[in-house]
């Protein structure tokens, strides 16, 4: 008995090193992991892949950073990663996570440099100093104009409102006037002008300071811009939940921005082109909903619009099968995952060739697709710094807003408390690479 | 004779090797993954270290000092200790009461044991969403049914303006497992201590004060000190709970706020949201000695002031 359980712990060990060590390689079969939510990367792509490609095997696992990064830290990161904010490409990249695709593109049968919409693109490339110039770490699987304007023509009419043009932006001073006179109360139910996305405030906020010449950093990186119209900027966030136009404390939602907008609790939303999509599961919503354009800080200074740098895919540099990895990356980008998704509507594709793809039959499709066509004329990468990672500005913003709408702090030391913890951790990435 | 102590000492040779044979893969598996990576993160934690830095150098104890500096750091302790003794008060109160309604054999005992221990048996994430949609204050069923009680006008935003009780009412709807020891503990005091105590004169309250209380005492402390470390552990209720609106993805991406951002949620969104590794073990290595220090103090107490049969 001792000796058959001493040669099977012997065999059990034997096989759990053989199992840790290298299984896989040279010319024969390959497995790769591929990090992406399912809506992203479908079950059906994937067995579609894994039968044509004996030799080059997918996994999927489901989407989360900090697994990711946490894997990277251990050396065991995903192959292929779905790419949440190509904002954060600079991040990412000055710390030596990405695989620089630059060549791969260049040799690239299915991908052309000259087809790829650098509008719309352009976040996913870095120099090393500047994001939108360089060398290329990914696409975006699809790209939005994500600040442009979908209201609900039902709250516009009960509240007696003029709808917005479809052409002509509106000043954000003009859009907050429509937003409070489309901001009432009905049987005990509120209905808010318009929900800033929570996650999307750095990036609005971007676009706000491009289009007034300013920059939400001072020219190094390392501080929050302390400039009297750059601090007016975030309190605009802080002003339209304190006057109500927006969910506050009193008033929550019971839902995201886009939920609670569908759900007929919001007048406009700013969230783009994709959620268009989105809303063909509520009844009628041709008829129901309408579009504008994104707005302008004044009527006379330049339009910007944002894609947050877009939800994309990047291959992590310590992949052990880079070419694999990038056959699967260029067939997801212009093979049949790609040819599908942009004939689903839910998001400009990288590629201008598969741009005619989108849906455009209907008023409803064909206004957001000009729309949005029009906006990537404008766009721009979101002024993010590669010292500390958008998560940081989104919670600690939050918090600040929380502490002002409880009447903790005031307007001005609530952008304080947000600066000072941004400047800490802007400090803290400087020291973290080493600057 | 010496052939018999040679066999004997065979014998207890073998068992010892059976035995540590037995709790080898477990000794391995916490070594592994508990113990290592515990006191990594304290060697971690005396360095500058960040998700990703490139010079890593030691720094002493100066996280330690810069996170009894940190006003968010201290105010997320304090939270964590004010839920905690809120909870194991919620915990052994509510879970000796029910107990002791129980045992009293009433018609349909059974059927109310199972009931109040079947929420115990959900997973805590399920139990989560359960309450956000029950203190949801536009589709939520506990607005619903004040306002048709007529006991409020406005509906109430519970998730937004009282974030630590909606915590602390999802997890005392936990109290099954507080209530199983009681019952458990309840079924060892012997029977005739009550009937001659009963006959002595005894209502039921001296009863349950002059008998049921000593003999519990016990299972009151083990209780006590179980409810207040898993208070000082409490950590995806606050973000399930959390009034900001979550839109797939993460369920830790957005903090919770300030009231029920408890000390393992802090350390959590340090080390991964703000990539600081080195102060963020730091953190959690306070929270370690706290939960160390009062676990001492109570096991201290316990031996002090609870029955035992056993002569100490």
């Not at chain 2, 302790?77 to 000796?96: D, E, K, M, P």
């Not at chain 2, 004060?209 to 470390?229: E, G, N």
């Not at chain 2, 009231?259 to 991964?272: K, P, V, W």
């Amino acid at each position: 008995m001792k000796k058959a359980i001493t040669v099977f712990l012997f065999i059990a060990m034997a096989a759990f090193v053989w199992a840790g060590g290298e299984s896989e390689g040279g010319e024969g079969p390959v497995t790769l992991r591929v990090m992406s939510p399912e809506s992203d990367f479908t079950d059906a792509w994937l067995e579609s892949w894994n039968e044509a490609n004996p030799n080059i095997q997918l996994v999927r696992e489901d989407n989360d950073y900090t697994k990711w990064l946490a894997d990277f830290m251990s050396g065991s990161s995903a192959d292929l990663l779905n790419f949440g904010r190509g904002a954060e490409i600079p991040y990412f990249v000055r710390r030596g996570l990405l695989l620089d695709l630059t060549e791969y593109f260049e040799k690239s049968e299915l991908i052309k440099m000259n087809d790829i919409d650098l509008g719309g693109c352009g976040a996913y490339r870095f120099d090393g100093q500047e994001q939108g110039k360089g060398s290329w770490y990914g696409l975006p699987k699809d790209y939005n104009n994500v600040t442009a304007i979908t209201y609900n023509k039902e709250l516009f009419d009960k509240a007696g409102a003029a709808y917005p043009s479809e052409t002509e932006p509106m000043t954000y001073d003009q859009f907050v006037a429509l937003a409070r006179k489309v901001t009432f109360e009905e049987g005990g139910n509120k209905y808010f002008g318009t929900e800033v996305n929570t996650s999307w405030v750095p990036f609005i906020a971007s676009d706000m300071a491009y289009m007034i010449g300013k920059t939400l950093h001072t020219a190094d990186g390392l501080k929050m811009n302390e400039d009297p119209e750059v601090r007016e900027i975030w309190k605009y966030f802080l002003r339209l939940r304190k006057e109500g136009i927006s969910s506050n404390l009193e008033d929550p939602l019971s839902g995201w921005a886009g939920s609670a907008f569908q759900g007929g609790n919001i007048a406009m939303v700013q969230l783009g082109y994709w959620f268009g999509a989105s809303c063909a599961s509520v009844e009628n919503y041709q008829q129901k909903f309408g579009w504008a354009p994104a707005p302008v800080m004044s009527k006379e200074g330049p339009r910007v619009t944002s894609s947050l740098g877009a939800t994309g895919f990047v291959i992590s540099s310590q992949t052990k099968y880079p070419d694999q990895t990038f056959a699967v990356f260029e067939w997801y980008m212009a093979g049949e995952p790609g040819v599908e998704r942009a004939k689903t509507g839910w998001g400009i594709p990288p590629l201008k060739s598969l741009q005619p793809l989108l849906p455009e039959e209907t008023e409803f499709d064909r206004v957001r697709k000009e729309i949005a066509m029009e906006e990537v004329k404008y766009m721009k990468p979101p002024q993010l710094t590669w010292y500390a990672r958008a998560d940081i500005y989104i919670n600690e913003f939050k918090a600040a807003e929380t502490a002002y709408l409880k009447g903790d702090v005031t307007e001005d030391k609530a952008i304080d408390m947000f600066y000072e913890t941004i400047n800490e951790a802007l400090a803290l990435g400087k020291e973290e690479l080493g600057e | 004779m010496k052939s018999l102590n040679r066999k004997t000492g065979f014998i207890a040779k073998e068992n010892r090797r059976s035995f540590y044979t037995f709790i080898a893969l477990w000794i391995i598996g916490f070594a592994l993954f508990q113990v290592i990576p515990i006191f990594w993160g304290f060697r971690v934690s005396l360095t500058n270290r960040m998700a990703f830095s490139l010079v890593i150098k030691n720094v002493g104890l100066k996280n330690y000092i810069r996170a009894f500096s940190d006003t968010k750091v201290m105010v997320s302790i304090a939270q964590t200790f004010y839920y905690s003794l809120a909870n194991t008060f919620i915990q052994v109160v509510l879970g000796l009461f029910l107990a002791l309604l129980l045992e009293k054999r009433m018609r349909g005992h059974s059927i109310f044991r199972v009931m109040f221990y079947l929420p115990y048996v959900i997973p805590i994430v399920a139990t989560g969403w359960i309450f956000r949609i029950f203190l949801d204050k536009n589709v939520g069923t506990l607005n619903l049914i004040l306002t048709n009680l007529g006991l409020i006008e406005q509906k109430i935003s519970w998730l937004g303006s009282y974030p630590l009780l909606s915590v602390l009412s999802a997890n005392f709807w936990r109290v099954g497992w507080s209530l199983l020891i009681f019952l458990g503990g309840l079924s060892t005091i012997p029977h005739d201590l009550y009937d001659s105590a009963e006959v002595d004169g005894a209502n039921y309250l001296k009863r349950v004060r002059i008998i049921t209380i000593p003999f519990l005492s016990p299972f009151i402390a083990f209780q006590l000190v179980i409810s207040f470390i898993y208070g000082m552990q409490m950590f995806i209720m606050p973000f399930i709970l959390n009034p900001t609106p979550m839109r797939g993805g993460q369920l830790t991406s957005f903090d919770p706020p300030q009231e029920t951002f408890f000390i393992l949620a802090r350390g959590y969104s340090i080390i991964f949201n703000d990539s600081r590794l080195a102060y963020g073990f730091a953190v959690l290595w306070i929270n370690f000695l706290i939960v160390l220090i009062f676990s001492l103090i109570y096991t201290r107490l316990i031996k002090r002031y609870t029955y035992s049969e056993i002569e100490g």
